[in-house]
């Protein structure tokens, strides 16, 4: 993997564990399982960009201050839910909170024993691609899961639409100890005109189940 893409990553990864290593981060539940009207969860935007974070609000039905409200999350893949943050509430019971899924995920509110009806957040892929010479190309992935030996869909302007040139087999990955994040990546040749826009799709049938298609920024060759 390039400086380049190591940077990228390292940054991605820190955004993405800022918020998981709150207190009550990590913790696998084995409380309540009955939705309640007495805490409540809503996500803006429900789905997210490759590198979005999404907005979790809610209220408590006691309407007091400085009730501790636990954010427990089922990821894509996983049978149970898993505390990854926690929130303090306002005056009148409100409370919000910052949260980068980084993955499809099914997110709940828990508060003195009782859970929230659950919602999900969709995710898009994070694609990126990168502009190495005249013909060499390289294409990064990166998400909870390894995108390994998924096919990327390389796409050229041409005039009011995009047209595929090249699929290209993704033949990296790893991942950092410790960290829930991998990256997987590939580098390719393909010859384009100069000054043409070229992207990367990860179309739909190669993110499903837990992610939605992912589109990179536009390179100009």
């Given amino acids: 993997m390039t400086r380049g893409l190591a940077v990228l990553l390292a940054t991605v990864l820190f955004a993405a564990l800022a918020f998981v290593l709150q207190p009550s981060a990590g913790a696998k539940s084995t409380g309540p399982v009955v939705a309640s009207q ?3 969860i809503a996500a803006r935007p429900p789905v997210l960009a490759g590198n ?13 201050a400085d009730e501790i409200v636990t ?11 898993t505390g990854v943050a926690s929130a303090t509430t306002r005056s009148g019971g409100a409370w919000t909170a910052e949260y980068w899924p ?17 919602i999900m957040v969709r995710q898009h892929a994070f694609v990126a691609l990168y502009h190495r010479s005249s013909t060499r190309f390289e294409v990064f992935l990166s998400g909870k899961w390894s995108f390994w030996h ?8 041409d005039g009011g639409s995009w047209a595929t040139v090249k699929s290209v087999l993704l033949t990296e990955t790893g991942a950092q100890p410790g960290y829930s994040q991998a990256w997987t990546s590939a580098e390719f040749k393909a010859s384009v005109p100069k000054g043409t826009q070229v992207r990367a799709v990860l179309p739909l049938s190669q993110a499903r189940p837990c992610y939605l298609a992912g589109v990179s920024k536009s390179v100009r060759t």
Avoid at 102 to 118: D, E, H, M, N, Q
Wanted: proline share 2%; net charge positive.
């Fill in 52 to 64: 979005q974070a999404t907005t979790l609000y809610g209220s408590v039905d006691s309407g007091r």
């Fill in 150 to 157: 998924k096919r990327v869909l390389i796409q050229r302007r």
């Fill in 102 to 118: 980084r993955i499809t995920t099914t997110l709940r509110a828990v508060w003195k024993g009782a859970a929230s009806a659950p």
């Fill in 71 to 81: 954010i427990q999350a089922r990821d894509c893949g996983q049978r149970s839910f």
């Fill in 38 to 40: 007495r805490v409540t």
